[in-house]
């Protein structure tokens, strides 16, 4: 299994900001896909999950109202659209399933929300 993120990068705060995530060697249409973030020397937490024909989705109340998930199983790939950034959103985000497979991780991609 491989998730490879891409399209972070630096933002202002109030500004937006889209990730999207591609997995392969899963069958990606039946699993429930998350965006988690980590902050260095900190846990990694879950961010937002989307569930197969997005019948469920969940957020962290921290990101409610700002960021939207979702998924597109034709492309195996899961996005993330970040609005209205501040900067305790800085962080390396990572897509894996829900629950994570543990041990496989991407590289992530680095979003930083500063002036």
């Known amino acids: 299994v491989l998730f490879v993120e891409s399209g972070g990068g630096l933002v202002q705060p109030g500004g937006s900001l889209s990730v999207s995530c591609v997995a392969s060697g899963l069958t990606f249409a039946p699993v429930t896909m998350a965006w988690y973030r980590q902050v260095a020397g900190q846990e990694r937490d879950l961010v937002a999950a989307?569930?197969?024909?997005?019948?469920?989705?969940n957020y962290a109340d921290s990101v409610k109202g700002r960021f939207t998930i979702s998924r597109d199983n034709r492309k195996n790939t899961v996005y993330l659209q970040m609005n209205r950034l501040k900067s305790e959103d800085t962080a390396v985000y990572y897509c894996?399933?829900?629950?994570?497979?543990?041990?496989?991780w991407g590289q992530g991609t680095q979003v930083t929300v500063s002036s």
């Open positions: 894996n399933t829900q629950p994570a497979i543990y041990g496989v």
């Open positions: 989307i569930s197969t024909g997005a019948g469920m989705i």
